[in-house]
C-alpha cells in the first residue's frame, strides 16, 4: 500500500472511489504523485547503531532441560576432556588452574570452567572510530554483521569467480551503507588475488578506511592478530585500545573437542590485549557432533566453555562471546543443508544456556545451501534468520550474503538479505504503545462505515507506518510488465550498482590514514610473500 499511497490520498481527497484511483494510476510520468513517489523509492529505515529488543526470547528447553545439557556438557569437560593442540604455554595455564592435564588432553573438574567464565563481563561496548556507530554486545542487544569467509563471490554480471581485494573492499562499502547493517564483520570474502601471508593488512585496512563502523580482526595466524591490534592502536590510540574493546574476532574450535594452536595463538593475543573473542564450535552434526540436538548441545558448551575459561586465564575480565555454529548434513551426501529445524533447535537452546551463563551469545544469520539468490536461498535464509532474532542472538554473523553454504559472498544477496534485516528490527521492537501508536484519534476521526486512508494519523504517519522494502516489488502487473519483468535478484543487481556508485568514503584524519598506510607498507617489506 505505501508504494500506492499518493494515488489513494489523491482519490480519497476528492471523494473518489476505485474507478476514480484506477484513473489516476494511469496518468503519466511528472505528475506530482509520480514525482513524489521516486522521492521516496528507497526505504527511509532510520538508523540505529544496534537493535534493543522488546520482545521476549523464545525458549524451547525447560529448567530441568537446561540443567540435563548442562550437566552432560561438565561430564564431557572432566571425563572425556578437550584436546589443547600444539601448545605448551596453554596446557601449563590449565595445569595450574587445577585442571588434569594428560598429554594434550585437558580434563576439567566439574563447575572450574563455569568458575573461570565467572569473570567476563555479561554485556560490552565495541567502539566504532566514530562513536554513533558503536554496538552493544549482550543483554538486549542484537548486532547484525556480514558473511564471513567464503573464497568466492558471485553477482549476477561475472558469476562465480575468485573473490578480490576490490571485491572484499565492495562488500565493506555496501556494508558501510546498509542502515541495518550495524557491523563491518571481518573476512567479508576472502581475497585471492594477494599473498595469504600479507592480506590480512589490506583487509584490515579496508575496514579501518572505507566504514566507521566496528570491525573484526585476523585470526589466521597468531602473528595476523598482533598485526591487527598494532593497527587498531594506531586507529584509536594504544591506551585506549587497552581499556576498551575494538576489535572483535572470531575463534573457532576444531570440532569435535579440539583446540588447536592457530586459533588459541589468535585468542590470547587478542584476549591479553582486551580485545573480544567469539568462541564458536564450527559443527555440522552426523560429522563432527551426534546426529541428536541434545548431544551437540552438550558438545557446543563443553567446547565453548573450555575456551572461553582458557580467555579469561589470559586476561580476567576479557570480553568473550558464547559462539554456535551448527548445521546438520545430509546423511546421503554428506553435504552441509541448511534451514532445517534441528539447528534452529540447537541455536534456541544455546541462546538459553548462554544466558545462564551470563555472556553474550553469537549464531544463526541468513544460511542457506543455494548456489544463487533464488527461492532456496530465500526459504533457508528465512529458516534460519527468524530463529535468530526469536532466540535472542546478541552477535549475528553471515547477516547477509551467504550463499552456495559458506563458499560464495553475493553481491546480491548481500543487499535482498540486508533489506529483510530491516524488517527484523521492527519486529523486535514490538507494539507501539505510545499515544500515538494507540491511534485513537484516527479511529474517533473515521468512526463506523469510512476508511483511514485521509485522515490526520494516517496523513502523518502513512511514510514511516510500514517498513518499505528496497526489494519487493509491489506494483501492478501491468507496471512490472513495462519494466522489464525483473526478478528479486534483477532489482537487487540495481541496486547494488547504485550503492557502489553512490557510496562516500566516511572522514579520516590524514594523519592517521597515513600512519595506517605506513605500517602497512613497512610490514610487508619486511617479508616475503607467501600463501602460508
Known amino acids: 500500500m505505501t508504494q500506492d499511497i499518493d494515488g489513494l490520498m489523491d482519490a480519497t481527497a476528492t471523494g473518489g472511489g476505485g474507478e476514480e484511483r484506477h484513473e489516476r494510476r494511469g496518468r503519466g510520468a511528472g505528475s506530482g504523485r509520480d514525482a513524489r513517489r521516486a522521492a ?16 521476549p526470547t523464545f525458549d524451547v528447553l525447560s529448567e530441568e532441560g537446561l540443567e540435563i545439557i548442562e550437566a552432560n556438557a561438565e561430564t564431557i569437560l572432566e571425563e572425556i576432556g578437550i584436546d589443547f593442540r600444539d601448545d605448551t604455554e596453554a596446557l601449563d595455564m590449565w595445569r595450574d588452574a587445577g585442571a588434569d592435564v594428560q598429554g594434550e588432553r ?40 556480514p558473511v564471513y569467509g567464503p573464497p568466492f563471490v558471485r553477482d549476477l554480471d561475472g558469476g562465480r569467480r575468485y573473490a578480490t581485494i576490490e571485491d572484499f573492499r565492495n562488500f565493506v562499502k555496501l556494508a558501510y551503507q546498509a542502515p541495518a547493517m550495524h557491523h563491518s564483520g571481518g573476512t567479508v570474502c576472502e581475497p585471492v588475488d594477494l599473498p595469504v601471508n600479507k592480506r590480512h593488512l589490506d583487509m584490515n585496512y579496508a575496514h579501518m578506511r572505507y566504514s566507521d563502523k566496528p570491525f573484526m580482526g585476523s585470526v589466521t595466524h597468531p602473528l595476523r592478530a598482533l598485526d591487527t591490534i598494532e593497527m587498531a592502536k594506531i586507529l584509536f590510540g594504544a591506551e585506549f585500545l587497552d581499556q576498551n574493546t575494538v576489535i572483535t574476532s572470531l575463534i573457532n574450535a576444531n570440532s569435535p573437542m579440539v583446540w588447536d594452536s592457530t586459533m588459541l595463538g589468535a585468542l590470547k593475543n587478542y584476549a591479553r590485549a582486551n580485545q573480544a573473542t567469539i568462541v564458536t564450535p564450527f559443527i555440522l552434526a552426523g560429522a563432527m557432533s551426534p546426529v541428536t540436538v541434545a548431544g551437540t548441545l552438550a558438545q557446543t558448551l563443553a567446547e565453548s566453555m573450555a575456551g572461553m575459561a582458557f580467555a579469561q586465564m589470559c586476561r580476567p575480565g576479557a570480553p568473550v562471546i558464547f559462539g554456535s555454529f551448527a548445521s546438520s548434513i545430509s546423511m546421503q551426501s554428506g553435504a552441509p543443508t541448511f534451514g532445517t529445524p534441528e539447528p534452529a533447535l540447537v541455536l534456541y537452546a544455546c541462546a538459553q544456556l548462554a544466558r545462564r551463563l551470563g555472556v553474550p551469545f553469537r549464531s544463526g544469520g541468513s544460511l542457506c545451501g543455494s548456489k544463487v539468490p533464488d527461492a532456496q536461498a530465500a526459504f533457508e535464509s528465512a529458516n534460519t534468520l527468524l530463529p535468530t532474532v526469536l532466540a535472542g542472538v546478541n552477535f549475528v554473523l553471515h ?36 499515544e500515538n501508536g ?50 528479486a535478484a534483477t532489482r537487487a543487481s540495481v541496486l547494488v550498482k547504485r550503492m557502489l556508485n553512490e557510496y562516500e568514503a566516511p572522514a579520516i584524519d590524514p594523519a592517521v590514514d597515513e600512519a595506517l598506510l605506513e605500517f602497512i607498507a613497512k610490514k610487508k617489506a619486511s617479508f616475503p610473500d607467501s600463501n602460508i
Open 106 to 145: 585437558v580434563h576439567i573438574p566439574r563447575g572450574l570452567a563455569r568458575k573461570l567464565i565467572a569473570t567476563a563481563p555479561a554485556t560490552f561496548t565495541q567502539h566504532a572510530r566514530n562513536p554513533e556507530r558503536s554496538v552493544e554486545i549482550g543483554g538486549k542487544a542484537t548486532v547484525f554483521a
Open 40 to 55: 521516496r523509492a528507497r526505504p527511509k529505515t532510520a538508523y540505529a547503531p544496534y537493535i534493543v529488543r522488546r520482545i
Open 438 to 487: 494507540q491511534a485513537l484519534d484516527a479511529i474517533r476521526e473515521v468512526g463506523p462505515g469510512a476508511h483511514f486512508l485521509g485522515c490526520a494519523h494516517t496523513q502523518a504517519n502513512f511514510e514511516t507506518a510500514f517498513y518499505r522494502s528496497s526489494i519487493a516489488d509491489n506494483n501492478t502487473y501491468e507496471q512490472w510488465l513495462a519494466e522489464g519483468e525483473r526478478d
Open 399 to 434: 547477516a547477509a550474503g551467504w550463499l552456495e553454504g559458506g563458499l560464495a559472498s553475493s553481491y546480491e544477496k548481500f543487499v535482498m538479505d540486508a533489506d529483510q534485516l530491516g524488517m527484523m528490527k521492527t519486529m523486535l521492537e514490538g507494539v507501539d504503545l505510545s
